[in-house]
């Protein structure tokens, strides 16, 4: 018997008529080499919360899998090939038509391997889930607070994993060497030419020479399918790895504190559930990609330098960089014989400024707070209005900027002009964020006074009755005690101040630059008017246990409750 399991395994010796069985002395075996009892012991048993909300992060995992599980079935038959053949094959259109062999293989699993074009198409609709999956995760983690101490090292690897999702997608769908994946390229090596100085000896390196080049495919093959996929399955790993040790977040309740968890243990309820909604995702994938046809690369036909498809358009995690060059203005600065493409340079640099700034916000909001404590509550959207307030902001650019990377499309669609939508953006990348964050943090305010109205009054019932004096008044229905402290548990931080410049002598103080620039960030996320006073425990007893109604109308109503 292994020493971490005797105790137990003594115990059943004594109560066992025979001897152990081959799995149980296997087991035995493991145990006392591997230590996997104790190791099972600790974590089979954990306990995670539930709420709808967390399936967002498995969904990202069980499409992840799909996507590595359909993306080796398809390496298995694609060929990452420049070199030009002329096609003879199964669909009929494109006979004798010239193309690079990646295309002519991608043609052949679409046509001619068995279950190939099914299991293209639910490799793509499952990289657009899981992106998309992935920033709706993120966002609720942003809209709730979970990445805050001690998670904002998780927060850098979601984040990090949605980005190298972006750069994946982008070397995925340019493999095939069809007309629009063609486009995309030209459009990133465009970029790539924008840049000062270095610009064109990267676009060379990468490109193998002049555009298009002919080690672009091989080249971005090993990236697509060993390079990104292997540090993403180390960055997955690694984020289960810090759920498991910091516990997951739960929504404020009853019995719920910084410090336990309530829900359901790992096994066997959770890995049930979890198994279960991998099998919902995986034939909600299949069932979409049987039904719905998904970059069909024989319709547009193999890519040429000369030609460009109508409505060339990248996959809708992309149209954000590419509303970004769009829209903006085609300035040009020409200086000791070099052109300085600022229309390309500028919006091909903001859009990692960008991305960085949702990196790095955790620690701002850190920085701004000074707050070391733990928090395992999730705090509700409305309760942090100028969070939540700026992320919807940045939701408002992302789909203004995705309106702008279709222009063309968007004109066609509804008969307009394409200046006039060009022109819409432009104005709409700086209205629009500001006038969406001005709103969101209105609306969470408005939600915040309902929310101690409740709790002050109790919930409103329809029914109105007649005082004997005459007076009519609405009855109300008193909160049970889990839902007031639903409403009432989230605190709400006093803004940092630097206090007076001078002291009690009249000297001057030395107040650093940084102190500065925190209490002024402090004062804009937490002061004045950023927040509703949450009702006390004072107010409320003294609402419920007085005689009369010398409240008000609906005081006195809440009384006789």
């Given at each position: 018997m292994g020493e971490g399991s005797g105790g137990v395994l003594g115990q059943d010796d004594r109560t066992r008529s025979g001897p152990p069985g081959k799995g149980e002395r296997v087991a035995d075996w493991a145990d006392g080499r591997l230590g996997l009892y104790a190791l099972a012991k600790a974590n089979m048993r954990k306990v995670f919360p539930d709420h709808w909300s967390f399936m967002l992060g498995e969904i990202c995992l069980y499409s992840f899998l799909i996507i590595i599980l359909t993306g080796v079935y398809l390496t298995l038959f694609f060929e990452p090939s420049s070199a030009e053949v002329v096609y003879h094959g199964s669909y009929t259109p494109l006979n004798g038509v010239r193309m690079t062999r990646a295309y002519e293989s991608t043609l052949d699993i679409s046509f001619e391997v068995r279950g190939g074009l099914l299991i293209r198409q639910i490799h793509h609709w499952a990289a657009l889930v899981f992106v998309a999956a992935m920033l709706v995760h993120m966002m609720r983690v942003f809209f709730t607070g979970?990445?805050?101490?001690?998670?904002?090292?998780?927060?850098?690897?979601?984040?990090t994993l949605l980005f190298l999702g972006v750069i994946t997608g982008l070397t995925g769908y340019s493999l095939p060497d069809d007309l629009l994946s063609g486009t995309g390229l030209?459009?990133?090596?465009?970029?790539?030419?924008?840049i000062p100085v270095v610009g064109t000896y990267l676009a060379f390196f990468l490109f193998g020479g002049e555009f298009p080049g002919v080690d672009i495919i091989a080249r971005l093959y090993p990236i697509h399918i060993?390079?990104?996929p292997g540090i993403m399955l180390g960055l997955v790993v690694a984020h289960l790895i810090l759920v498991f040790h910091h516990k997951h977040t739960q929504f404020a309740g009853p019995g719920r504190t910084e410090k336990n968890v309530v829900g359901a243990?790992?096994?066997?309820?959770y890995i049930a559930k979890a198994g279960g909604f991998f099998f919902l995702v995986f034939g909600v994938l299949s069932i979409v990609a049987a039904t719905f046809s998904i970059n069909p690369v024989w319709a547009l036909?193999?890519?040429?330098?000369d030609h460009v498809s109508t409505g060339a358009q990248p996959d809708w995690y992309l149209g954000f960089s590419e509303g970004l060059i769009r829209v903006m203005p085609s300035w040009e600065i020409d200086a000791w014989g070099h052109t300085l493409a600022l229309g390309v340079f500028i919006p091909f640099t903001l859009f990692p400024l960008i991305m960085a700034a949702i990196a790095v916000y955790p620690?701002?909001?850190?920085?701004?707070?000074?707050?070391t404590r733990e928090h395992h509550i999730a705090q509700r959207p409305r309760n942090a209005p100028t969070r939540t307030?700026?992320?919807?902001a940045w939701l408002t650019l992302y789909f203004v900027l995705l309106i702008g990377g279709g222009n063309d499309v968007v004109a066609t669609s509804f008969h307009l002009s394409i200046n006039a939508i060009t022109w819409f953006v432009r104005i709409a990348v700086f209205a629009g964020p500001a006038l969406a964050f001005v709103i969101t943090r209105r609306i969470c305010l408005g939600l915040q006074r309902r929310d101690g109205e409740k709790a002050l009054h109790g919930r409103e019932s329809g029914t109105v009755k007649r005082l004997p004096h005459g007076e009519f008044v609405e009855v109300h229905t008193p909160l049970s005690q889990a839902e007031l402290h639903t409403l009432t548990a989230h605190e709400q931080p006093a803004p940092y101040e630097i206090g007076p410049e001078v002291d009690a002598h009249g000297v001057r103080r030395r107040?650093?630059?940084s102190d500065r620039l925190r209490a002024r960030l402090s004062k804009a996320m937490y002061g004045p008017g950023t927040h509703v006073p949450k009702p006390t425990a004072e107010e409320y007893r003294a609402l419920h246990g007085g005689h009369g109604h010398g409240e008000g109308g609906r005081g006195g109503d809440v009384q006789r409750h």
């Open positions: 979970a990445f805050r101490t001690p998670r904002e090292l998780n927060w850098l690897f979601g984040w030209r459009f990133a090596h465009g970029a790539i030419l924008s060993l390079l990104l243990p790992f096994l066997p309820v036909g193999p890519y040429r330098p620690f701002i909001e850190a920085w701004v707070t000074k707050d307030g700026l992320g919807v107040i650093k630059r």
